[in-house]
Nanobody, 120 residues
């Protein structure tokens, strides 16, 4: 059984910072690409950015220059450092990871989401 759990969401004022965490646990053999997504009320889920196992990152235009994705392969954990937050960043943030377990090849897993609310 493999699980992804996000944490670190909360309420922050515009211009503030927040750090999100995504931890993978269970019978993990290897974690490949990981990514952050977000979904605002009434909108489709959108990509925030991704990070490869070797640390290569890619960001959506809305995240460039303000958000930083990093990971710790030893801990199977990914981070999202968000700064200069805007009210339009308000959303549920989800992590996704391509994970191979001891019983299966790579599969896509999702966390349950963590809410980020930015007040103006």
């Amino acid at each position: 059984q493999v699980q992804l759990v996000e944490s670190g969401g909360g309420l922050v004022q515009a211009g503030g910072s927040l750090r999100l965490f995504c931890a993978a646990s269970g019978s993990i053999s290897r974690v490949n690409v990981m990514g952050w997504y977000r979904q605002a009320p009434g909108k489709q889920r959108e990509l925030v950015g991704t990070i490869t196992r070797t640390g290569i990152t890619s960001y959506a235009e809305s995240a460039k220059g303000r958000f930083t994705i990093s990971r710790d392969n030893a801990k199977n954990t990914m981070y999202l450092q968000m700064s200069s937050l805007k009210p339009e960043d308000t959303a549920a943030y989800y992590c996704n990871a391509q994970i191979s377990s001891y019983s299966s090849d790579y599969r896509s897993y999702w966390g349950q989401g963590t809410q980020v609310t930015v007040s103006s």
